[in-house]
């Protein structure tokens, strides 16, 4: 994702002599460091982080739906 977005960055530069080839190369590494550590300071997750997360999530969500449900229970018998 990040090599796409620096090199659709650097598309827009003027293509010309071999120094604006240089340029670019220079410029498509620099914009490429610039942009990780940019996203690094996000704190951003990974999908799969995200997922594994989601899913104890749900089933946090499914284990309190049950203590509930017997709570209830408990209350009824009491």
């Known amino acids: 994702m ?5 090199k659709e960055l650097l598309s827009k530069l003027p293509q010309g002599p071999e120094a604006f080839s240089e340029l ?13 550590s940019s996203l690094r300071k996000l704190n951003l997750v990974s999908r799969e982080e995200f997922d594994a997360q989601q899913a104890v999530l749900e089933r946090s969500r499914a284990k309190i739906e ?7 229970e408990l209350e009824k018998k009491l």
């Open 2 to 6: 990040i090599d796409q977005l620096a």
């Open 24 to 36: 670019k190369n220079d410029g498509e590494a620099k914009m490429k460091v610039l942009l990780e």
């Open 66 to 72: 049950q203590l509930e449900q017997q709570i209830s």
